[in-house]
């Protein structure tokens, strides 16, 4: 006679199903968390490509986006998307790491001191901040903000700086720490601002008062000095520079302001007519305008040479010459001169892009792609 099974007792059932309970609901909050959301890759860092451009070059590859105003960090392309970082060998393009976050849009990207500083927004604020180390895509650290969605991210060295209109939040690439925050005063709005150099340059409209520019110390966020900008109302203003010579577009005019104590050095009548930006390079500011670039020094404003150019070099730090974008493709020049060193010729390059070098590779970033030439 076969043996009559027995039901489990009562205690069983109730643990199975607390089990399979949890197992549910451990499913359901990884599937919505944010580490189930985060997809990123690391890499060996890259190494020291040798060699310089070729006298001809024609596009390697391209690629959309361009969110960091400097693009080239630690032998990477560090590119932002719509929900996050990618960095591409200089040469060819392949991806070597990634980090995306699909439940979370990018806010902004800035990369200085070896480090890309992405904010992104989870809610109806930027709300996260992550730092990666632009070499191996490794996190470096994460911490949680509250910046307005419309804020966007400049850098310059040792300083990551938020802006918007109510205010101003500074960040250390480095390490995961706010330095310090600027509120707009009551009544107040800030219409640009930048970091460079000189500190944190910035642009205020109070109602019924002139514009003013005013230098704040990049570490500590006190005042260095301020300068009313007197203009007809309607005029538009937009910050170009925040580095030893500040930059100032005041309608079709650039005023080129000393960044020791805000006085005005020079004015350069319908140079803001139409595109103009501006880039620090050692001693010597560059003032692209016009479809010519002008290297000025940095502390009398005074010209030091001019050269047709259809944008700006990246002028790294350190370098002695720098590739300028022109008509005939990118031309080299030394930066205390501007004597022609070479040349990689290339037709139909866009104008308004900025021109970098990797080894043999050039390295154009634009408003809305990067471009490789070899």
């Not at 643990?15 to 189930?36: E, I, K, N, R, Y």
């Not at 959301?37 to 070059?57: F, L, Y």
């Not at 400049?154 to 720490?177: E, K, Q, Y």
């Not at 570490?219 to 000095?225: D, K, R, Y």
Request: glycine residues 10%; hydrophobic residues 45%; contains cysteine.
């Amino acid at each position: 006679m076969p043996r009559q099974l027995r039901r489990p007792p009562l205690r069983v059932w109730i643990w199975a199903a607390v089990t399979v309970a949890l197992v549910v609901a451990a499913t359901l909050l990884w599937g919505g968390s944010d580490a189930a959301a985060t997809e990123s890759t690391t890499s060996a860092p890259a190494g020291v490509p040798s060699g310089t451009p070729a006298a001809a070059v024609s596009e390697a590859w391209v690629v959309r986006g361009s969110e960091p105003a400097d693009v080239v960090a630690s032998g990477r392309v560090l590119i932002g998307t719509a929900h996050g970082v990618r960095a591409l060998d200089p040469a060819t393009g392949h991806e070597a790491w990634h980090y995306t976050r699909s439940n979370a849009a990018m806010c902004g990207l800035a990369v200085t001191n070896g480090v890309a500083v992405a904010v992104f927004r989870t809610a109806d604020r930027c709300d996260e901040v992550t730092a990666l180390d632009a070499a191996t895509g490794v996190r470096s650290w994460t911490r949680n903000v509250n910046f307005r969605p419309d804020a966007t991210l400049v850098s310059t060295d040792r300083i990551v700086l938020a802006v918007s209109p109510t205010g101003l939040v500074t960040l250390d690439p480095t390490g995961d720490n706010i330095r310090w925050r600027y509120k707009a005063p009551a009544g107040c709005r800030i219409l640009d601002a930048g970091a460079g150099r000189s500190g944190v340059a910035l642009l205020q409209q109070c109602a019924g008062k002139p514009v003013q520019l005013r230098l704040l110390d990049g570490f500590a966020g006190t005042v260095h000095w301020s300068h009313d900008l007197s203009a007809p109302v309607g005029t538009a203003f937009r910050l170009l520079g925040a580095d030893q010579l500040l930059g100032v577009a005041v309608g079709h005019d650039v005023h080129l302001v000393a960044g020791t104590d805000g006085t005005d050095l020079r004015t350069l009548t319908g140079a803001a007519a139409g595109p103009v930006r501006e880039r620090a390079a050692g001693s010597t500011a560059l003032l692209w305008a016009g479809g010519t670039l002008t290297a000025l020094d940095d502390t009398s404003a005074r010209t030091r040479w001019q050269a047709p150019a259809s944008g700006l070099p990246a002028a790294p730090g350190a370098a002695a010459s720098v590739f300028v974008p022109d008509d005939a493709g990118f031309t080299r020049r030394e930066l205390a001169t501007g004597a022609e060193l070479g040349r990689s010729a290339v037709a139909g390059v866009p104008a308004g892009g900025v021109a970098d070098s990797v080894g043999p590779t050039i390295v154009y970033r634009l408003p809305d792609r990067v471009l490789a030439y070899r």
